[in-house]
């Protein structure tokens, strides 16, 4: 839920869209950490890099890590997908496909 509402309350989700396009991507298993208390099945993530023209039309270049429940886990490279971009500063983008990195 605080997800969801995380890019409202920063006015992300007002920020202007544009393409993407998937420059690199690698697929990996978190693995289960040696003694931690429970079980925690390893979860199959990828990290996308990946190329865009911001809204003053400099090209910028980012990355985002995503779980295999994502549209974007099978990306290959040349793909396009859609992020919003900071107006401001054309460095700062936000995907809600993007998940926090475990490391």
Not at 11 to 31: F, L, S
Not at 79 to 92: A, C, H, L
């Amino acid at each position: 839920m605080l997800r969801e509402l995380w890019p409202k309350v920063r006015g992300m989700d007002k920020w202007p869209e544009v393409q993407a396009t998937v420059r690199q991507i690698e697929r990996y298993e978190m693995p289960v950490m040696a003694g931690m208390p429970y079980y925690r099945p390893p979860r199959s993530l990828a990290d996308l890099t990946f190329a865009y023209v911001d809204p003053s039309g400099d090209h910028q270049y980012g990355s985002i890590t995503v779980g295999e429940e994502s549209s974007l886990y099978d990306s290959q490279e040349n793909d396009t997908f859609t992020i919003r971009v900071n107006p401001k500063y054309g460095d700062q983008y936000f995907s809600p496909e993007a998940v926090k990195r475990p490391y």
